[in-house]
């Protein structure tokens, strides 16, 4: 991607020499994410062009120099089937480090695909051969767990371990999910997977809604064919007139904002997760959605090294009865990259994959 | 009170006849506090006017009939030095009592001075003498806390105990609080109580802010010699740029609400419990200042028993070194209950103290 | 039970009259847990001899005095199928109750069946009527859950309910929970649908350790068969090396206790919850199981009444596809009594149930 | 310290060769403290002898490579006075620190004075200048906090701002504290100032109570002079027969741990801090102090980057009522550092000073 709105180029760079604890990622599958569509149309500042898409990947170890070892201490080896996470670089020494304890929000932080131009290497999934820098974390792939399966999940997959981290489910909630993409799609699986009694997504096309009943959904709601006032109504009626317990924005919508208060109970939690991008302002009553309401708003940003390894672990448990493998619903090889952009910029299918090797 | 808008009169009734259980308090002191005023204004909604102000009283118990117990079992006597929480009738059943853990929200509760028609008995503090009906919690002041201590306190020190509740407070936090009257005088003097290594207050007047230095702050700033812009900055300047750990909003404007969440650093909290009443709408960008922020919004609504046991446990600790007396600034009796509402209404004292013997 | 250690009696008893807001319940079913063979046994202090057992009862309205609702203020009728909370008189008042938010600790609770005296009433399901005193929680059971499958989960449900909202599993974690009994398998069930990544049950008999992995555990360790060593061997196979994130006590042995500080892992949590009676001292090393290991140690007593409203959430989510109806093992009439006693004590099934009208 | 029981030994290393980011400091102030007496009982294993302990120092910049900033990128210079953490090399990758938020359980740490040999440098404080590898924590001490009230604090002081982040304390809670060395002092200080409204220190002798008061504490307890009964009465006595809310244990002695879960209130909590090494077993009753008591216990090993830079806040608002520099009561040079040992091991008094160029 050598500048937003251009075509993606196709470049060849030569394979990169490692240093001791570095390591070649053969790419299986990389993905088109909403992040993705927001580089191409240069949504986000401070991106050093030209880079390599694809920040989230899977593949296999090409090349290993010296000592690679996951996060306990195993040593990993050629051949051993791998993902890795895309943020490196978090310093572990300032204050959002350490007292704050809030690591996505470490100024050293950098992100593969996103904030690594292609000037200082191979920082990108849709490249066949990613580098991974000493320091990056890597994991195996649980066994029986598919590349299609873990890159179906992706960049959303470790956004909704962060979210139900933050939204503190206690068994029986009900939660409803603003957003059928693919982090609102694995919120869904994965709140339902963490005790909740009712998870209702809201959200569209209708075909990423049939799709979340099958990630763990109970019930969908259709923002094209209902009002607002319908959608809080039918959240009521499912909740005795309380509201939802927890509340999982993931729509990156201005009025989704405005909405979500509403939908939760008193008392609730409203965790904030969609808001990738600026997507404008939003407008409410703090009296009556806040403070009356006794409501907890939790904005979610990024995710941590933990939330990727716990990901690997939901995967694994999961990954016979949550059909990740359909959100990257369609392959595509590096000639058709810019037919994948296009694709995942119209929304039709929830996630592209991309397989630089077909 | 017999209606809104309309002068408080001055009527007389019988003393009531106790039930078992019950008790009566001759009022040493009562309040005017911000909630009168809107009672007052008629913005409150539901309402059974008439009724008698003062949600919150002191003063010593006139008679009891049968055993009348504290919070821990001790046994109460008449001519005890006690205060009482002013929310009663909190059911203990449902769901926001219960499984919710938050008692401020169950439909069955019912305040002094507030929700109770002066038709059905002597619940407000204006009264001399004031029924504590059973299960009213009553507790004892501790020895060297005076009438004036607590009722300068009232029901912002208890407000104030919650709001530190839900701020979790670390040590050495910076906390910025806006809005310097009741509310906001005792949570900043309560934040530095619970370890904050740095306290500002943002608010007006003048003499307000310099009450709250005697209070507890370390730096006052001046809305109406300041603009937001200019705030922002002396916050940043005394954070390191990075922003407030915890902001506390006691201000009840739409606009330090938006003010507020500039305040506040990645990963803070922002309390929100001054919006009692509806004061109109805010407009936030939700992606700048919640979700990138990752920042935790928590409204504040009420005070439950267990915040005006433990106010009373501070006020043991801190009446020395923190002037809640101050607060009250002036005194008025029945007579002039007119002129305290209009002054208390006027803002130019933070409450005025009510002597229904005087 | 006229007084421990003799046979139980059948007594009958007058309807009682009911007061406004009383009810009677038909029974259905009720249970012989393992507090009633501690009544039995008279391990318990001042239980009011003579009782009628069966603290846990489900069954139909048999007749209401004015008005009954539930936890969410919905009417109940005669005829509704209805479970209710043991637990009643909570003052909601003392300090337990309130500021330190541990309502199960409060002084002036009382149980069904345990702390009521058959002198007094109808407090107790064993008989085939129960009173439902005004105040006591009643709340109808979802459409689809079986009074066998309410009955199965009975008290361990409600005290796993608690035991999961102590235990803060995050997705992914290894569980461990040890004892078999009743609450154990409903811990299990829980914490799988917690989200739990493994969940390895240590209990015995073989038996019981079958209906667990039926009931949702992943692995079942037999205590008959295995030393204490080969047993924390096999959990550090099974998670790395590292011990369990959350080891849960529900055996009600002091060795247990002694054996799960080991189990957990650095920084882990540890729910105690099958200590209720006193099984005699446990000996630990403060430095090498404590202080070291980071870990917390969570005591967790009884259960509220939020626990007893979402177990019934959780019983409608899972009833299809947790077999509660099969703890319940064998069904007994009120001729049968002393023999589901014995059975019980007998620790051959996990739990008898108790038809009175049989 | 050439190797434990033999005498410390002074040795003259030559000044080492910068890296880039790395520096020297000028050691103004090291300390003879718990630990340190027991690197030279031998009684931590796997230290690499030869040693130079002292774990934490401060003093002034001597040289820096390149650049070096604070945790939050503010520039470093030579001639600033400065403290570091202690604490090194933590990965940051492993489960530890990523997943499970215990960072001082990460296997990769390292500790200056106790775990790095004297043979790869000048790791440790009594050295005259200390060597700050690059990613070493470093950090200016506030303007007004001398050297002495730093050292006073010392090591005890970031153990004591780790443990109140554990306690939770609460406004108004009674906190106990057992041990009067320098970890009990600090954490009495901050319990205070974390808002306790009362704090009670149980240890001995004397002059330690006396400080104890000096810097904090309400009530004092000597155990040379009392029963363990008669420490629990009074305990009883002073929190109208509850137990306190919040025990913290920081004299490392197996006999306190039995009688910290005593003096605990029902649904306490209990904050293990002193066990940091192995001192025999306790011994407990589970289902009376733990699972009846529905406590909760929280072991608490060792300090993070946050709790180093939250204790520089912490001096900073107390340096002037809290009299840290008390605690280090004697000043040795490096001649006589074997008087300072033998001092530190009598527990003559709290804690020795060493200032190696004097």
């Known amino acids: 991607m050598p500048a937003p709105l251009v075509p993606v180029e196709i470049r060849e760079f030569a394979e990169p020499e490692l240093p001791p604890g570095g390591a070649l990622l053969r790419t299986a599958l990389s993905e088109v994410c909403g992040t993705d569509v927001h580089l191409w149309h240069g949504r986000l500042s401070g991106v050093p062009y030209p880079i390599i898409p694809g920040h989230v990947a899977t593949g296999t170890l090409d090349a290993i120099r010296g000592t690679l070892t996951d996060a306990e201490g195993g040593a990993l080896r050629e051949g051993d089937r791998?993902?890795?996470?895309?943020?490196?670089?978090?310093?572990?020494?300032?204050?959002?480090?350490?007292?704050?304890?809030t690591p996505?929000?470490?100024?050293?932080?950098?992100?593969?695909?996103?904030?690594?131009?292609?000037?200082?290497?191979?920082?990108?999934?849709?490249?066949?051969?990613?580098?991974?820098?000493?320091?990056?974390?890597?994991?195996?792939?649980?066994?029986?767990?598919?590349?299609?399966?873990?890159?179906g999940g992706g960049c959303g997959l470790l956004t909704a371990v962060h979210i139900i981290e933050r939204s503190k489910i206690v068994l029986g909630d009900t939660v409803v999910v603003q957003g059928a993409g693919a982090v609102g799609m694995s919120a869904a699986a994965l709140a339902r997977a963490a005790g909740a009694g009712q998870v209702i997504v809201i959200g569209a096309p209708q075909s990423r809604l049939d799709l979340s009943l099958k990630m763990g959904a109970d019930v969908v709601i259709n923002i094209d064919t209902t009002a607002p006032e319908a959608r809080l109504e039918q959240v009521l009626a499912l909740t005795r007139g309380l509201g939802a317990d927890v509340v999982i924005e993931a729509a990156g919508s201005a009025r989704a904002f405005e909405e979500g208060?509403?939908?939760?109970?008193?008392?609730?939690?409203?965790?904030?997760?969609?808001?990738?991008?600026?997507?404008?302002?939003?407008?409410?009553?703090v009296h009556e959605h806040i403070n009356r309401k006794h409501l907890?708003?939790?904005?979610?940003?990024?995710?941590?090294?933990?939330?990727?390894?716990?990901?690997?672990?939901?995967?694994?448990?999961?990954?016979?009865?949550?059909?990740?493998?359909?959100?990257?619903?369609?392959?595509?090889?590096?000639?058709?990259?810019?037919?994948?952009?296009?694709?995942?910029?119209?929304?039709?299918?929830?996630?592209?994959?991309?397989?630089?090797?077909?």
């Open 296 to 358: 907890d708003i939790r904005g979610c940003w990024g995710s941590e090294v933990g939330h990727f390894l716990r990901a690997l672990r939901v995967l694994e448990r999961h990954h016979h009865d949550v059909p990740w493998h359909l959100i990257g619903a369609q392959k595509f090889g590096l000639a058709a990259i810019n037919d994948a952009l296009a694709v995942a910029a119209s929304m039709e299918i929830p996630k592209a994959l991309v397989d630089p090797w077909s």
């Open 104 to 151: 996505t929000r470490c100024g050293s932080r950098r992100v593969y695909g996103i904030t690594d131009s292609a000037t200082e290497g191979l920082y990108g999934g849709w490249a066949q051969k990613v580098y991974l820098e000493p320091g990056v974390v890597v994991a195996r792939l649980p066994d029986g767990v598919s590349f299609e399966s873990y890159i």
């Open 82 to 101: 791998v993902a890795f996470f895309d943020v490196h670089r978090t310093c572990g020494r300032c204050l959002a480090c350490t007292a704050h304890r």
């Open 261 to 285: 208060v509403r939908l939760a109970r008193n008392g609730g939690a409203y965790v904030i997760a969609g808001h990738y991008t600026n997507v404008g302002d939003s407008t409410i009553n």
